[in-house]
């Protein structure tokens, strides 16, 4: 499985940015999805997931009524749409499958 994220960027507090994760390879569907992320000197920590076809979802504290997650099966892509965003969300955020498969990444910065 092959993960790339897109998306990340520059915003103000209280803006909105929408990240994107591509996958691919045969297993996709088949696996749990989901979104991490890690700030500079911190550890990295778990933003959201999504079942295999996309009947549940899970947010960490941190982001909930803020981030929402969502797949695509047909363009085999897992979103994560941030509004309200505040300083502490900026990080480097990680698309995971399974949390066995990662991309490289994407940043998101606020200020």
């Known amino acids: 499985v092959q993960l790339v994220e897109s998306g990340g960027g520059s915003v103000q507090p209280g803006g909105s940015l929408r990240l994107s994760c591509a996958a691919s390879?045969?297993?996709?569907?088949?696996?749990?999805m989901g979104w991490f992320r890690q700030a500079p000197g911190k550890e990295r920590e778990g933003v959201a997931s999504?079942?295999?076809?996309?009947?549940?979802?899970y947010y960490f504290d941190s982001v909930k009524g803020r981030f929402t997650i969502s797949q695509d099966d047909a363009k085999n892509t897992v979103s994560l749409q941030m509004n309200s965003l505040e300083s502490e969300d900026a990080a480097r955020y990680f698309c995971?499958?399974?949390?066995?498969?990662w991309g490289q990444g994407t940043q998101v910065t606020v200020s």
């Open positions: 995971t499958a399974s949390s066995d498969y």
């Open positions: 999504i079942s295999t076809g996309g009947g549940l979802t």
């Open positions: 390879g045969s297993s996709y569907a088949t696996l749990c």
